[in-house]
């Protein structure tokens, strides 16, 4: 292994227990903001008797979303680093009876799926918590099918001059915190190879895009 690939593992190993730590914390977070975004999320997601995958799902408030659209003959698959986060989120899929949720361990970056493999994926609240947002997206990318739907829900930095240095004097506090409150839109789909089809400001103070993109490979 080498000290690059070990430092990675280090800080996998160390979100993972961090995100174990506040999963109860962040349920109680995604209940307060699901009327203004998962609403819309849902909308732009599957449709019916299509396959969704939810990235990095946490308690599994998304992928729940997705499923009430999908229908039972939808498939909707939700991963995460988290154990605990599963955990509340499969409490989620018993209490509501969703027999087509399957909740799994995975590291977003390297997916244990085929290439094509869904019509739709789902990331919320995720690209800029990771540390490695390109790759996710990539990952994304690859397991959904041409012609598939790649949407994130998540904070990028304000296009307001104002506000956009802002976001840069704060960022090193905000990536000690565990997420990036400058992470560039524009610049991160064209690393991937993505264009976005529709960009939605949601939540509170419209401080949050919800964005969709069409996966033309």
Known sequence: MTPSQSSDESYKESTRTAWNATAEKYLKLLRHLE??????????????????????TGPGEPAMSIARMVGPDGRVVGIDLSEEMLEKAQDKVVELSLGNVTLKTMDATTMDFGQGEFD???????????????????????????????VVLNHFRSERRAVGRLEDLVAPICTRLGW??????????TQVGLIPELVAKVNLFKGWRLVKCVNRK
């Open 35 to 56: 009327p203004y975004g998962f609403d819309l999320l849902a909308r732009l997601s599957p449709k019916i008797r299509e396959s969704a995958l939810d990235v990095a």
């Open 120 to 150: 739709s994926a789902v990331a919320t609240y995720t690209i800029s918590a990771v540390p490695d947002p390109v790759g996710v997206l990539r990952e994304m990318k690859r397991v959904v099918k041409p012609g598939g739907s790649i």
């Open 180 to 189: 990036k409150s400058n992470l560039p839109l524009g610049p991160l789909l």
